[in-house]
Nanobody, 124 residues
Framework: VQLVESGGGLVQSGDSLRLSCTAY????????MGWFRQAPGKEREFVAA????????YFADSVKGRCSISRDNSKKTVYLEMDSLKPEDTAVYYC??????????????????WGRGTLVTVSS
């Protein structure tokens, strides 16, 4: 499975942004999908995830309340929408896919495939 992210760019503090991740391969509906981010000099961290079975969603505390994640299995695409962006949201955002995973979606180890990332820069 190949994952391709899009939608990153330069935005201002307080703006909203929608990232997309399209999968190229089979069985997209059986993959749990996650979004992670990595800021310069920091470790990769969990942002949000959506299950494959019932589209349950999970969010990091840092984005809870201003972030949503959704999937369109017919388009093999997962979306991450973020509101009220802050400079500390600046990072490379990565999409990840984990086949049939139902637990631990906030950890990198459960994911089988990763995209190359899309840069989001939030100016103050």
């Amino acid at each position: 499975v190949q994952l391709v992210e899009s939608g990153g760019g330069l935005v201002q503090s307080g703006d909203s942004l929608r990232l997309s991740c399209t999968a190229y391969g089979d069985a997209f509906s059986r993959y749990a999908m996650g979004w992670f981010r990595q800021a310069p000099g920091k470790e990769r961290e969990f942002v949000a995830a959506i299950s494959w079975s019932d589209s349950s969603t999970y969010f990091a505390d840092s984005v809870k309340g201003r972030c949503s994640i959704s999937r369109d299995n017919s388009k093999k695409t997962v979306y991450l929408e973020m509101d009220s962006l802050k400079p500390e949201d600046t990072a490379v955002y990565y999409c990840a896919a984990g086949l049939l995973m139902v637990a631990g979606l906030h950890t990198t180890s459960v994911y089988d495939y990763w995209g190359r990332g899309t840069l989001v820069t939030v100016s103050s």
